[in-house]
T-cell receptor, first 118, second 113 residues
């Protein structure tokens, strides 16, 4: 089956630093990728929709200058948390949409990245 | 208000027993409904996907049902195992080209020996 990977799987950083998270579709092309944030005991919250070769679309309340998204290729999207603060500590999950499939079974989640900001 | 409501929020069951999770939604227009299993610290993994025309879908010991008229779905776990301990999330897909999903808050299932 299709696989989506994320790197790193977990990261600890100091307050004020920037952290980059990668999301890769390993065996399919993804023109669209989605980034989610999940706090403990809560459901996934969509942060932004990333389209290859164009600017990301951010959900209301998500700061685009703080959460930089780059979808430079059909298999890679990156999320950079700039000037991270402790409140940014969360579980970040990407989801990739398989461009080649017309079936509804076309969307795959990554394993997530645990970010802890000290 | 969340357009996808799940119940119960959590439940504890004995290993080997069955359980049923509920999902009610008000999302429209509706494309398909999915059930995901999410282990702690991991991304969600798809269990079942149903369109509005499908009433039931099975995946091993997991059986999902859908009533598109009443906008209700259930996930039945048969002969639960310790590895079934996880959060089960009901997700409804909108009929748009962007693939946006509406997530339920999830039901936390704990299977005890």
């Amino acid at each position: 089956g299709a696989v989506v990977s994320q790197h790193p799987s977990w990261v600890i950083c100091k307050s004020g630093t920037s952290v980059k998270i990668e999301c890769r579709s390993l065996d399919f092309q993804a023109t669209t990728m989605f980034w989610y944030r999940q706090f403990p005991k809560q459901s996934l919250m969509l942060m932004a929709t990333s389209n290859e070769g164009s600017k990301a679309t951010y959900e209301q309340g998500v700061e685009k200058d703080k959460f930089l998204i780059n979808h430079a290729s059909l298999t890679l999207s990156t999320l950079t948390v700039t000037s991270a603060h402790p409140e940014d500590s969360s579980f970040y999950i990407c989801r990739a949409r398989d461009s080649g499939r017309r079936s509804y079974n076309e969307q795959f989640f990554g394993p997530g990245t645990r970010l802890t900001v000290l | 208000k969340n357009q996808v409501e799940q119940s119960p929020q959590s439940l504890i069951i004995l290993e080997g027993k069955n359980c049923t999770l509920q999902c009610n939604y008000t999302v429209s227009p509706f494309s398909n409904l999915r059930w995901y299993k999410q282990d702690t610290g991991r991304g969600p993994v798809s269990l079942t996907i149903m369109t509005f025309s499908e009433n039931t879908k099975s995946n091993g010991r997991y059986t999902a049902t859908l009533d598109a008229d009443t906008k209700q779905s259930s996930l039945h776990i048969t002969a639960s195992q310790l590895s079934d301990s996880a959060s089960y999330i009901c997700v409804v897909s909108l009929t748009d080209s962007w693939g946006k999903l509406q997530f339920g808050a999830g039901t936390q299932v704990v299977v005890t020996p």
